[in-house]
């Protein structure tokens, strides 16, 4: 079968799994504890972005300044309450179609990866059942530079060894669509990025990707 991408490469949080509502529990829980403003609108500007960058945007909105070493407990107390959440994450918490959709991908013949800002992603992916299903991972652990730096899609797509003009990103972030972008890939919007102006495709629901594709 004609295939227009040899490979398609896939977020996590928001994408494949509902964690960026966890995400977003985390840092509302440390924002409230520390009396910072924090709204669904200054969420948004955290979608894909890592947690040291998530946090200095939480911060713009602080009243006291905060030392390095204050900066790194901040996260590291995000992280805790995060992952405790993550302790009940299950199959059941991928987003409606990823399982057929990624089944169907890999009976067409296309290569399947995730390409995640997140450190906990391996965790992730163990607990939805999904560790050494992807022809490759690439995530925070990995990588100097988040998105929008297109570092973490690059790393993915050397790994499964198909350049980049091949490769289609499908993410939630408008930070992860302008990456796809800057590191010469196509890229696929769907959920809160489904407007932005820099992706090829604009998915209602991740099934939509088996027309383009
Ligand atoms: C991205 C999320 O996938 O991972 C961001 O969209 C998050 O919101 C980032 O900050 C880093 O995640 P973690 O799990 O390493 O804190
Ligand atoms: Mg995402």
Redesign the pocket.
């Known amino acids: 079968m004609d295939r227009r991408y040899e490979a398609i490469i896939f977020?996590?949080?928001?994408v494949i799994v509902s964690?960026?509502r966890y995400?977003f529990l985390a840092w509302s829980q440390l924002a409230w504890q520390e009396r910072i403003e924090f709204n669904e609108e200054i969420n948004h500007r955290?979608?894909?972005?890592?947690?040291m960058?998530?946090l200095e945007i939480i911060l713009e909105k602080a009243s006291k300044r905060y030392t390095p070493v204050e900066k790194l407990e901040l996260?590291e107390r995000?992280?805790e309450v995060?992952r405790g959440l993550l302790g009940d994450l299950t199959a059941g918490d991928m987003l409606p179609g990823v399982v057929d959709t990624l089944s169907a991908l890999r009976e067409r013949g296309h290569k399947i990866a995730i390409g995640?800002?997140?450190?906990?992603?391996p965790v992730i992916l163990e607990r939805i059942g999904l560790s050494g299903y992807f022809d490759a991972v690439a995530d925070?652990n990995g990588i100097k530079h988040?998105?929008p730096d297109p570092e973490v899609f690059l790393l993915a797509a050397g790994r499964l060894g198909i350049p980049p003009e091949q490769c289609l990103v499908v993410e939630?972030?408008e930070a992860?669509v302008v990456a796809a972008k800057r590191g010469g890939m196509a890229a696929a919007a769907i959920g809160e990025a489904r407007n932005c102006k820099e992706a090829d495709y604009s998915l209602g629901s991740i099934a939509d990707l088996l027309l383009y594709v």
Do not use: F, I, P, Q
């Open positions: 977020d996590l949080d928001g964690t960026d995400h955290l979608r894909g972005v890592s947690r960058e998530s996260a995000k992280n995060y995640s800002s997140s450190k906990n992603t925070g988040s998105k939630d972030a992860g």
